[in-house]
């Protein structure tokens, strides 16, 4: 490994804490395939985004009250009277929902390429542990302008817990802090709600820890072998990483100076009020899909753990997928189930936003019958039966010769 | 570096243009990341709500001759007092040069009957004793400031103890003969 | 580029998932009618003289009921009125601030910092003089209503539709094709000629409806003109700066075979 610097300073830091030798190490001389696609520049980008929101996060909290008389009012002096307030504010709201479009194309990428696979199971692992305290913090963020939607979110979903028997009404009381949501649980939640993301942050550290241990996966799922096969990271994927942000942030910011009630509920601009429920309450848009799987179980307790394992399930992915490939791109069958089942996860989000009944809800029983059948039974079969095509030497020859012929 | 495919850069012409690339990029980056700081620095700023708060106004009418009353202005006390003649007098014969923070009393009021300053010792932020009747009011008859024992004289001049500078006076308009706005 | 195009179809498909879920907040409404706002588009900006006359409408005719307790009188000053205006029309009402030597409550003459004032002291006192209804507050009525300013016009502007036969209305309640369950506490308030304007604009019930829905969308979103006018900078920033990022990826990614 050469020296990171020939300047005497860094060079005596270095010697004592070898804090350059490991950022050169694992930011510039990082060896990358050299064929990753632009799908492979949103893992960065949902970092960009952590910080944004880190950021936005603890300046709105500088002007935040987390008491119920206070604070709907809070966020609308936010809005009116602190100088660029309605900008974080907006930055933040708009930010949540970013995240997690970042997030699931992320996912998605992985899912398609086969990035969960061995040695990769520790790294999906903490990815998914990543999407789960997101859930929480958007969650738990929602509730804090303490309007409609953030009252009656959090007592629907604080209620999920309640179906839980024995312990499920002691979970809910103590959830509360009260027999209601009411000051004490907005008072928990916020502090809750400004952690979860430094929890994030250290899951991200170890995520990318080991993404460097085991390597990027690539478009074409093989190892990389030759040196000819990768590159650094800097500056091929630094430069290509700063292109994705500047057009993910004109999108980003579009909505923000635009649009930026877009991914909100009207409701959540009247102040909570315990004593009316507004007609139609819908989550967040990213959780409609597990919303749609929960209310398709016409149980209780049923809807809740199977909307829990329809998370839980994804941990067991590597060993449910026993194919030997990785790419979806030398999958000829698995890759229409793969696309059939993003396909199938819009239509929950779309039939977790509408009244759960009649043909609504007969749709939304198929479709998670169909997310779970996927991966517990498709999976491992396809994997079984298919005959993948043939893989290529290596990623810096990827022309394969098809049938003796050669290209 | 030496396990990857990284060739060194090609010729000179394709060099100078990257270099103006990088630099512009470069300089456009930082320029952008510096402005995007400028909304999180200014929303610690006073916002729109505090500055609109940011002048107060004080009915003098109630004031007796040799009383004072103490108001909040941008949450810091200001003194005001109604001075006697002999205070007036005690203020307007000290001979300025023995001063530390050399000033006239007519420079600290707009009428000499009003004395109107910002109750916080410029030593290190107490509030001087001397607006009721009962406080002492230290050596010069003005204020005096427990924590770290100085005087201020009846112009609220610094004149012994360990304060730099005489008490602040704000700035305040008489909007009648009877009232202040502060601010 | 053929991953660029991927990626933009996903920005699509990430969009469509986000178009397709907003809930049907005004479930029961039957009628929305669409309407130009100055405000709306890419460019939109605010009219103030017509947020002016918005003004004077909510005055003098939705203030009998209605609260505005997020806007200031000193807000007023962006819409073009005045610094004496604005003090005067603050200190026309009085408003409580601590208490007097004796305990008792210190009234005092309102000033620009005030909320602007309110018609009821409390909730109870409101829905004492309307009936047992609330009049809410309008300060964010518009952002709080799916397509606010269609809907708040709408229905301001649907007293007068014809009432179906067999309907049923309840005591003390009005006809409203717009609103959910079709009646409404609030009767009509807005005629033609009901406010005569300084400026002479017309002043047929439409004109006075779309002028305080105006108004309504500016308590709503007072920042909207920043908003927009630092958007479009930004955006022209961002665009020299990608297109920048991007001739500087294409120039580094020459050297290598990929």
């Given at each position: 490994m050469s020296a990171p610097s020939n300047n005497k300073v860094v060079k005596w830091v270095d010697d004592r804490l070898p804090i350059f030798t490991m950022m050169k190490h694992s930011?510039?001389?990082?060896?990358?395939?050299?064929?990753?696609?632009?799908?492979?520049?949103?893992g960065s980008l949902a970092g960009l985004m952590l910080v944004i929101m880190i950021l936005t996060g603890l300046f709105l909290a500088m002007n935040?009250?987390?008491?119920?008389?206070?604070a709907f009012d809070s966020v609308e002096r936010i809005m009116?009277?602190?100088?660029?307030g309605w900008l974080l504010r907006y930055l933040h709201a708009n930010g949540a929902s970013m995240f997690f479009i970042l997030v699931y194309i992320h996912i998605f990428r992985g899912l398609y390429y086969g990035s969960y696979k061995a040695p990769r199971e520790v790294l999906w692992w903490l990815g998914l542990v990543i999407y789960l305290l997101m859930m929480a913090t958007g969650f738990l963020g929602y509730?804090?302008?303490?309007?409609q939607m953030s009252f009656w979110g959090a007592t629907v979903i604080t209620n999920?817990?309640?179906?839980?028997?024995?312990v499920g009404e002691h979970i809910v009381t103590w959830l509360w802090?009260?027999?209601?949501?009411?000051n004490p649980t907005l008072n928990r939640f916020f502090p809750l709600h400004f952690v979860l993301p430094f929890v994030i942050l250290g899951v991200v550290v170890v995520h990318v820890w080991a993404l460097h241990s085991v390597k990027s996966n690539n478009p074409l799922g093989i190892d990389m072998k030759t040196p000819q096969d990768s590159i650094p990271f800097h500056p091929y994927y630094t430069i290509k990483d700063l292109f994705g942000i500047g057009l993910f942030l004109m999108f980003y910011l579009a909505f923000v100076f635009w649009?930026?009630?877009?991914?909100?509920?009207?409701?959540?601009?009247?102040p909570a009020n315990p004593m009316v429920t507004p007609p139609h309450i819908v989550p967040e848009w990213y959780y409609l899909p597990f919303y749609a799987i929960l209310r398709s179980v016409p149980d209780k307790l049923g809807g809740v753990l199977l909307m829990f394992g329809a998370i839980l399930i994804l941990f067991v992915l590597p060993w449910l997928d026993?194919?030997?490939?990785?790419?979806?791109?030398?999958?000829p069958i698995y890759k229409w189930f793969t696309i059939l089942f993003l396909v199938n996860a819009f239509v929950l989000g779309y039939i977790g936003a509408q009244?759960?009944?009649g043909t609504m809800l007969l749709v939304g029983q198929i479709c998670t019958v169909w997310y779970f059948l996927h991966l517990l039974v498709l999976t491992p079969v396809i994997g079984w039966l298919e005959k993948p095509k043939p893989l290529p030497e290596s990623i810096s020859s990827p022309v394969v010769k098809k049938s003796g012929e050669a290209v | 570096m030496a396990d990857t495919a990284n060739p060194a850069s090609g010729s000179s012409d394709g060099e100078t243009r990257r270099d103006f690339l990088l630099y512009a990029s470069s300089a456009v980056g930082v320029v952008g990341a510096g402005l995007a700081l400028w909304p999180f620095v200014h929303?610690?700023?006073?916002a729109a709500d505090v500055l609109a708060l940011a002048s107060t106004e004080v009915d003098l009418a109630p004031i007796a001759e040799g009383q004072a009353i103490t108001v909040m202005w941008r949450g810091k006390p200001i003194f005001v007092r109604h001075r006697t003649a002999d205070e007036i007098s005690a203020a307007q014969a000290v001979?300025?040069?023995?001063?530390?923070?050399p000033q006239t009393d007519a420079d600290r009021v707009?009428?000499?009957e009003w004395l109107v300053m910002?109750?916080?010792?410029?030593?290190?932020g107490c509030i001087p004793l001397g607006?009721?009747?009962?406080?002492?009011?230290?050596e010069f008859g003005g204020w005096f400031c427990p924590c770290h024992g100085s005087n201020y004289d009846?112009?609220?001049?610094?004149?012994?103890?360990?304060?730099?500078?005489?008490?602040a006076v704000p700035p305040y308009a008489f909007t009648t003969d009877t009232s202040i706005k502060i601010g | 580029m053929r991953s660029m195009r991927k990626l933009f179809t996903a920005i699509a498909a990430a969009a469509t998932l986000a178009v397709a879920?907003?809930?049907?907040?005004?479930?029961?409404?039957?009628k929305l009618e669409h309407k130009e706002w100055s405000?709306?588009?890419?460019f939109g900006q605010y009219d103030k003289a017509q947020l002016r006359r918005g003004f004077q409408v909510y005055k003098e005719i939705c203030a009998t009921c209605h609260s505005?307790?997020?806007?200031?009188?000193?807000?007023?000053m962006d819409i073009g009125l005045s610094e004496d205006d604005v003090k005067a029309l603050a200190a026309a009402n009085e408003v409580q601030d601590g208490f007097d030597d004796t305990g008792a409550p210190k009234m005092r003459a309102g000033l620009p910092a005030d909320k602007l004032h309110a018609p009821f002291p409390n909730e109870k006192a409101a829905r004492a003089a309307n009936g047992g209804a609330l009049p809410p507050d309008l300060s964010l009525m518009n952002k709080a209503r799916k397509s606010g300013p269609d809907y708040v016009y709408t229905l301001l502007t649907s007293y007068e539709d014809p009432m179906p036969e067999d309907f049923h209305l309840m005591d003390g309640m009005n006809y409203n094709p717009a609103f959910p369950g079709h009646q409404?506490?609030?009767?009509?308030?807005?005629?033609?000629?009901g406010v005569t304007f300084a400026d002479g604009a017309p002043n047929k019930k439409e004109n006075i409806t779309a002028d305080v829905v105006a108004f309504l969308n500016w308590t709503a979103e007072p920042e909207l003109d920043t908003r927009k006018g630092m958007g479009l900078k930004v955006m022209i920033f961002l665009a020299v700066m990608t297109a920048l990022f991007y001739a500087l990826k294409r120039q580094i990614w020459s050297r290598i075979d990929h």
């Open positions: 930011a510039i001389d990082y060896p990358t395939p050299k064929n990753l696609n632009y799908w492979w520049n949103f935040y009250v987390p008491h119920t008389s206070m009116r009277d602190v100088n660029y509730v804090l302008p303490w309007g999920l817990f309640s179906a839980f028997p024995l802090g009260g027999f209601s949501v009411d649009a930026p009630n877009f991914f909100g509920e009207p409701d959540n601009y009247i026993t194919s030997k490939v990785r790419s979806c791109k030398f999958r009244p759960a009944e | 929303s610690m700023n006073p001979d300025v040069t023995s001063l530390r923070d707009k009428k000499p910002i109750g916080i010792c410029t030593h290190l607006q009721a009747p009962a406080d002492p009011k230290g009846t112009s609220g001049r610094i004149r012994k103890g360990p304060a730099p500078l005489n008490l | 879920t907003p809930a049907l907040a005004n479930s029961g409404a039957t405000w709306q588009g890419m505005m307790n997020l806007v200031r009188y000193r807000n007023l409404i506490a609030m009767p009509q308030m807005i005629f033609d000629e």
